[in-house]
């Protein structure tokens, strides 16, 4: 009897496993511990466990969700996307991953067409393959996604408007509503994989796709921890209630719900206000990491994709640039980034791309850091 | 665009959502809430919450474990089951629900064949469906699933031998050193689903499969929360390290791992021996209630599944009895059971079976309870 997957054979992103002893860490989906709302969460943590909150809790609630989470949800961060839904058109989820995981195995199998973001997630790309569904590698500018004939014959695609992932770009609205035109027209489903919408630093956000969608065709995917508590694996999905059904059966057979507990402290993090002002901190200690990050890679005439935001930077080397090599000298002089090659889909991925994250790195260090990096880069090129 | 598969279609152990009002609330898999360890609980939920524990868990993870559960689980759960690991033989699960969900996406497909206890475990069969693989429904005896030809051919099996689920019964050490040989003779793997070892009121336990598996065909699927809070979702899987190290993979794309802050309030309800003195007492009491469910049954006449432990009986109502019927008469005498057909993979599934669960009911409620049970039955006949 053999096993028919080897999912440790995949490619993912990697970084040392003791990044934080580095001096420059610029590692992306991680965050700097000193900004963690620890009183704040306390409390709630507290709170979730009086008696009264408990007994909300303590069962196994087999398929349903905290309505008090869902409430927080549908009238405290949906609104801010421009999105309106009703409770049974929301799933709480173990985090974005764990959405697309459901999303895909509700929609995929060997006969369709799935349009993944080229660059883009690489364990949306494992997931994909694992089901056995083909894959298109859909081609990006500046303004993200391309909504043209490379759509055509897809059945469903992801993508990330609010900033692509990896190269943080936005995509503009007007594309947007292209997009979903393109979308009806094909009879095809999107999912919307809103992330990091709060981090943009100039202009004002865009409405989420799923708030232009009047056919039901968008699935919005959504985070609630990424952003201060990754370990804490909640997100949600939003779609059309007949595919909320489906997803929430699903996730009964793989992991019945998300812990009750976390739950119900989420939502008292978010009734009690805690969520909106951490994530006003945080926007504005990020917008004056991200500032310092652009003058530092200007500085060192390190040519990056230019973006209103996001929690990382896009950095294109020079030609010649194997990114692989540059990690190994970046390391040696204490500096942590992230290869680009693993990002993209295809058989020749580009080498001289890779992605320097701010999220754990104090602002006093990034203008030394990518100094180090600079000359890594230089060490790199001539070996 | 069609969604491809349609899981809220599927058969599932229901009971009312208000079951909590009724006076006589024989359910399953639901607990008494006044047994929960709120002091013990509170305490590990604020030592995890300290500075130092929180600089452990509030990063992700990516695929790992905390260490220190899974050193709880290696030295304190195991060695009670007779089982020795290493730590990279350990994963920890959101439950026994992910748990086998994980195995069969990694060993099944649509070629594969796969041996399941009839009756046994609903949400498993309906995740085998949903994959394709092909089903062999198993018979079982009085000491649970049946070594015979019956396995021959079959892939992989999963069994429950420390409680039967549905019918409790326990298998003898005899019938599992013959199991596992079949096993090896077939080239079969075990998925051994230790449901309740604990709950056994007679005799002292028996050793799990597992603990008497030389070459790594038995994976071993254990609890940490259901008997107490199961809205927790915590549980483990142990098996050979190459598969363990696959299911870790395949979990890093399925929800990337269990909330870092529950695994830890958990070690420390290990650690500091919150979990050994609560089973002690849920033993203890449950042994009353268990020993008063008996009496109650015998003196009401029923016909049930003798075993020596388990938080439910398994009953066979008279001949002509249609539980379905049961189920509703029953309601309306206050008295909640579950549905027995449910647990039946074939077409015709045995209609004069249910279940009968005492972890949600006071002792003192039980006799008058069964009573009430009873003239739901003599109703359902006359009708």
């Not at 590692?27 to 900004?35: P, R």
Request: charged share 20%; hydrophobic share 35%; proline share 5%.
């Amino acid at each position: 009897m053999q096993i028919k997957h080897t999912p440790s054979h995949q490619q993912n992103i990697e970084k040392p496993e003791n990044w934080r002893e580095y001096p420059y860490p610029f590692v992306t989906a991680q965050v700097d511990k000193s900004l963690f709302p620890i009183a704040a969460w306390r409390e709630c943590s507290r709170q979730a466990l009086s008696l009264n909150a408990m007994a909300d809790w303590t069962e196994d609630r087999m398929g349903t969700d905290d309505p008090f989470l869902v409430e927080q949800i549908r009238t405290r961060l949906l609104p801010t996307r421009g999105i309106h839904a009703s409770e049974d058109e929301i799933l709480v989820t173990a985090g974005a991953q764990n959405s697309l995981y459901m999303l895909a195995r509700l929609f995929l199998n060997n006969n369709t067409l799935f349009g993944i973001e080229n660059p883009g997630y690489p364990d949306l790309r494992n997931i994909i393959q694992m089901i056995g569904s083909r894959i298109r590698c859909l081609e990006l500018d500046e303004y993200g996604l391309i909504p043209d004939q490379q759509l055509d014959d897809c059945n469903m695609i992801t993508v990330t408007p609010s900033h692509q992932f990896p190269t943080t770009v936005t995509m503009p609205l007007n594309r947007r509503k292209e997009l979903l035109e393109k979308a009806e027209h094909n009879n095809m489903v999107i999912i919307e994989d809103d992330y990091e919408p709060e981090l943009n630093f100039q202009g004002s956000p865009t409405p989420a796709i799923k708030s232009l969608d009047q056919t039901g065709r968008v699935i919005y995917v959504g985070s609630l921890s990424k952003s201060f508590f990754p370990g804490l694996r909640l997100g949600y999905l939003v779609g059309p209630a007949h595919i909320i059904r489906e997803a929430r059966a699903l996730g009964r057979l793989i992991h019945r719900h998300t812990p009750t507990n976390n739950q119900r402290t989420m939502a008292l993090f978010l009734a009690l206000g805690h969520h909106d002002a951490l994530r006003k901190r945080l926007r504005k200690i990020y917008k004056s990491r991200w500032l310092e990050m652009k003058n530092a890679l200007t500085n060192a005439s390190l040519n990056f994709q230019y973006a209103t935001g996001g929690s990382s930077f896009w950095v294109k080397g020079p030609d010649q640039l194997d990114s692989k090599k540059l990690l190994q000298q970046a390391l040696n002089l204490g500096v942590v980034v992230e290869l680009g090659s693993i990002y993209y889909s295809n058989a020749l991925p580009k080498k001289q791309y890779f992605r320097v994250g701010y999220a754990a790195i104090e602002k006093e260090n990034i203008s030394e850091g990518i100094n180090h990096l600079k000359m890594a880069i230089d060490s790199t090129l001539r070996l």
